[in-house]
Each structure stands twice: as structure tokens, then as C-alpha cells.
């Protein structure tokens, strides 16, 4: 997701509201509804970034500068610890981009935050069969179907991935996750 907002405070919040959760390698950011660690400034900041952006949005004439000011609002939302309202505008984006990587992206990891594993299931799965070549979609995929023990949807969508161009290019990959769901099976 291309930022053009650079400021160390900008950073900072983003760097402190990210958590980071590994599976095999991949990194799945986490987004938490507590801003405590935020200072007053940093939320004031903020606020009025997300300001701007609605104003934007609300301004918008096409579909390429609303899905833009959208992708915005969802964004500062999360940041802002606002997940259900980040949830909302990233749901308008893919109303008009049905695959757009970052808001899928992002409603998994709020979904995971806010634990609703199901929810978080429907678009994981929504976000790998429309990004079936990223490693980093299977991850979160994977991730999900074995916490919810469904060990066989696990290994098809690691096949699916196999037969990719991207997976065959990386089979080290594609082994990590079948031992990733075989070592979960093997406990259920």
C-alpha cells in the first residue's frame, strides 16, 4: 500500500501500533484497537490525516479517487485504534475493487484482533483465491484453517499454491507448510 505521509511521528504510531506474528517466515501485522502508547499530539496528528481524507472522500467524483480517499479512511481508522469504522470504509473500497490486497489484508488482521476467527476466515480465504501465488496469503491462510482445525482445506490451498509459478519456484516454502499442518494435525 503506497503512504506518501513520511513524518517521524507518522512512523512512530505505525511502528508501535504494529505488532508482528510469524509463521514460517511471514510476517502478518497485527492492529490493536488500545492507542494508549500514543501521545496526545501523535493522536491530534492523526485525527486530522483522517480529516483530510474524509473531506476527500466526501469530495470524490470517481470511482479511482473515491477507492483512494477510502483506502485512506480505512487506514487511519486502524491506526487510529478504530477498527470497526476501519472495518466499514475498507468494506466500501471493495465494493469498488473486489481484490484490493491491502483492505483484505487489513480486515483479516482487525478481524484476528478483534476475535472474530470466522470472519477473519472468509477473508483470508477470499484474500489467498484471489492472490493464490503470494506465500504471504497462503501464511495467513494457513494460519487460520489450522486454528480452526480444518486440515484439509490447509493442504489444497498449499497444493493450489504448488502449482503456482511462485511456488514452484520456492518448494522450501510450500515444504514448511505441509510440516506446519502436518505438526497441527498431529496434536488435534
Not at 504494529?18 to 502508547?37: E, F, M, N, R, V
Not at 477498527?83 to 484476528?112: C, F, G, K, R
Not at 506465500?135 to 503456482?164: C, G, M, N, P
Amino acid at each position: 500500500m503506497k503512504k506518501t505521509n513520511t513524518s517521524s511521528t507518522i512512523i512512530a504510531a505505525l511502528a508501535a501500533t504494529l505488532s508482528i506474528g510469524l509463521l514460517s517466515g511471514c510476517a502478518t501485522p497485527k492492529y490493536t484497537s488500545d492507542i494508549s502508547y500514543m501521545s496526545a499530539s501523535q493522536k491530534e496528528h492523526e485525527e486530522s490525516i483522517l480529516n483530510e481524507h474524509l473531506q476527500k472522500y466526501a469530495a470524490a467524483q470517481t470511482p479511482e479517487d473515491k477507492a483512494a480517499a477510502l483506502e485512506e479512511v480505512g487506514f487511519r481508522y486502524m491506526v487510529l485504534g478504530q477498527l470497526d469504522e476501519s472495518i466499514s470504509y475498507y468494506e466500501q473500497l471493495l465494493e469498488i475493487d473486489t481484490v484490493h490486497y491491502p483492505a483484505l489484508n487489513n480486515i483479516v488482521s482487525m478481524y484476528e484482533e478483534m476475535g472474530e476467527a470466522k470472519k477473519a476466515l472468509q477473508y483470508a480465504e477470499r484474500l489467498f483465491y484471489n492472490y493464490v501465488d503470494n506465500s504471504q496469503s497462503l501464511s495467513l491462510y494457513i494460519k487460520l484453517l489450522v486454528a480452526e482445525k480444518d486440515f484439509i482445506k490447509a493442504h489444497d490451498a498449499v497444493k493450489r499454491y504448488s502449482e503456482t509459478e511462485t511456488g514452484k519456484k520456492y518448494p522450501e516454502f510450500v515444504k514448511e507448510q505441509q510440516d506446519y499442518i502436518q505438526k497441527a494435525a498431529s496434536r488435534k
